[in-house]
Structures are given as structure tokens and as C-alpha cells.
């Protein structure tokens, strides 16, 4: 049973750094062409992709926000973890993890971004 | 950046109604490899997206064969045939062909 699920800090300040993980099962991250992606939305908006690490340890990244983005994995191959830097108030959106070809997603954490 | 124009915005069906939603791509979704990464999502209320098609016309497993989907290069469609009251939300498209990938702004889906 594949399952993904995201954790965060649910509220921050402006200017700091988000940092969100992606912890799943039922799939291993080191699997021939296996990837997962971070996507966000703000809330009663679309949904929009942010980045992506594969199983070679190959990053992407949407490069409107590229410069502020980090993704990486653990050793073990079951976390992947993102990191925003100097967030800001149109970074409060509720983020989601999900496999592949977008057929496994977690149910979603919620971050505001708030002085 | 590929965009994706969903059409319509909203749609409002009946029990038992056929509907289609439109995804346009503004350049071609056919990758090198041959296959063509565009897939439809749908978001129930409060829930997280799910996958009902993938690369263009795949049924996801467990999805009611009720939906369908066909299309090409840069037009897509999402068919469901016989609209049932568990398939509100919201459906988007999405493609994985070009990175960085692109979702539809998002058909909503009420039931009369």
C-alpha cells in the first residue's frame, strides 16, 4: 500500500525558511525512474508544481522559484524533504508530496506565512 | 512554461449526464520517448487530487470506466459518461512531458 504524508511547521514569519518532509511507504525512492514531486495551492486556487527529485538523485525545479528551493532525500530512500527560503505571504498555501506520474499523492500540509 | 486552458470553468450536470472537459496545451505534450504525459486529475472537496487518467487516455485502477479520456498533440478531452453525484469537484489536467510541469486551472464540477 503506497502512502505519502507531509509534515511542517504550520505557521512561520516572513523571511524565514520553510522546511517540509515528504515521508512515505510502499515504494522505494531508489527504484529505477521512480520520482517524487512537491506541489503547492493556495487556498481556492490551482495547483501549482515546485520541484522534484528522482530515484538517480536528479533535482528539478520550477524556475520561477528556483532560486529560493532545495529538495533532497535521505539515505534510505523513504523522506524527501523541501526547503523555501525567505518566504513570503504568497507562500501560504497548502503543500502536497506526490509519486511519479502524480498517482499517489499525501494528504496535504497546510503552511501560513504570517507576521 | 507550457500553459493548459481548461474549458469550461464550471459545469453543472444532472445525475445520469454525459459531459466533456477541454485541456489545450500551447505546444505539443508529445514527448521524445513517444509517450504523451498528460494526465486528469480530480479534487473532491476538502480532499487531496486524485488520478483518474494518465498519458492521455489510461484508466487509473479503480476508476469507474465511466470516465474516459482521448486527444492528441495539444487538444485533450476528459469524457464522463453518465455523470454520478460522487464525481463533484474540481478536475484538472497536468502535463509531465516539459519541465517545469503545468497544471489546467481547473474544471468545477456541480451536480444539479
Known amino acids: 500500500q503506497v502512502t505519502l504524508k507531509e509534515s511542517g511547521p504550520g505557521m512561520l514569519q516572513p523571511s524565514k525558511t520553510l522546511s517540509l518532509t515528504c515521508s512515505f511507504s510502499?515504494?522505494?525512492?531508489?527504484?529505477?525512474?521512480?520520482?517524487v514531486s512537491w506541489i503547492r495551492q493556495p487556498s481556492g486556487k490551482s495547483l501549482e508544481w515546485l520541484a522534484a527529485?528522482?530515484?538517480?538523485?536528479?533535482?528539478y525545479y520550477n524556475p520561477s522559484l528556483k532560486s529560493r528551493l532545495t529538495v533532497s532525500k535521505d539515505t534510505s530512500n523513504t523522506q524527501v524533504f523541501l526547503k523555501i527560503t525567505s518566504v513570503d505571504t504568497a507562500d501560504t498555501a497548502t503543500y502536497y508530496c506526490?509519486?511519479?506520474?502524480?498517482?499517489?499523492w499525501g494528504q496535504g500540509v497546510m503552511v501560513t506565512v504570517s507576521s | 512554461d507550457v500553459v493548459l486552458t481548461q474549458t469550461p470553468p464550471t459545469l453543472s450536470a444532472t445525475i445520469g449526464q454525459s459531459v466533456s472537459i477541454s485541456c489545450r496545451s500551447s505546444?505539443?505534450?508529445?514527448?521524445?520517448?513517444?509517450?504523451?504525459?498528460l494526465h486528469w486529475l480530480l479534487q473532491r472537496p476538502g480532499q487531496s487530487p486524485q488520478l483518474l487518467i494518465y498519458?492521455?487516455?489510461r484508466l487509473e485502477s479503480g476508476v469507474p470506466n465511466r470516465f474516459s479520456g482521448s486527444g492528441s498533440g495539444t487538444d485533450f478531452t476528459l469524457k464522463i459518461s453518465g455523470v454520478e453525484a460522487e464525481d463533484l469537484g474540481v478536475y484538472y489536467c497536468?502535463?509531465?512531458?516539459?519541465?517545469?510541469?503545468?497544471f489546467g486551472s481547473g474544471t468545477k464540477l456541480e451536480i444539479k
Open positions: 505546444q505539443s505534450l508529445l514527448h521524445s520517448n513517444g509517450n504523451t504525459y
Open positions: 497536468v502535463q509531465g512531458t516539459h519541465a517545469p510541469f503545468t
Open positions: 527529485i528522482d530515484w538517480d538523485g536528479d533535482k
Open positions: 498519458l492521455v487516455s
Open positions: 506526490a509519486r511519479a506520474d502524480f498517482d499517489y
Open positions: 510502499g515504494f522505494s525512492l531508489s527504484t529505477s525512474g521512480m520520482v
